[in-house]
């Protein structure tokens, strides 16, 4: 999946939208995704400005976006307009290695579970093959009105 195609699933967009490119995936198990990290980010700004480093907590919403195109490849479907797949929590994030400009973020998630709309994720964040995050994610499926 492009990015043209990432953006029919997931409703980030510029700046916030942290999935370049999905490169492989098996519905209702895994998927495996990019993230080039370049110095243009408008977060390096402050981030910091004489040694950019990427905020751990965007590399936890990089593995939730990727969760999310995982989650709706899963159901074989694409989000209708009053559907937003939301960030519902974290547990066992941990941080490795930093991720300055230059990298390429490979996400890989692997579904764990799911409870009707509530999906439970086992995510990891690798820059080189080296660990950089990793953390178990839980999302939700919800209407908005």
Not at 13 to 39: C, I, M, Q
Request: charged fraction near 25%; aromatic fraction near 10%; proline fraction near 5%.
């Amino acid at each position: 999946m492009n990015v043209n195609e990432i953006k029919k699933y997931l409703a980030h967009r510029y700046p916030f939208l942290l999935v370049d490119k999905v490169v492989d995936y098996k519905s209702g198990e895994w998927l495996t995704a990019v993230k080039n990290v370049t110095v243009n980010e408008p977060f390096f700004q402050g981030h910091f400005p004489d040694f950019p480093v990427m905020p751990g907590v965007l590399i936890i919403e990089a593995m939730a976006q990727a969760t999310g195109l995982l989650g709706f490849k899963t159901m074989d479907d694409q989000p209708s307009e009053d559907m937003l797949y939301l960030f519902a929590g974290a547990d066992k994030a941990r941080f490795k290695r930093q991720v300055i400009p230059g990298d390429v973020l490979t996400l890989h998630v692997k579904l764990l579970k799911r409870r009707r709309d509530i999906w439970k994720f086992e995510c990891e964040a690798r820059v080189d093959d080296k660990l950089a995050a990793s953390a178990e994610i839980m999302c939700a499926a919800s209407r908005i009105s």
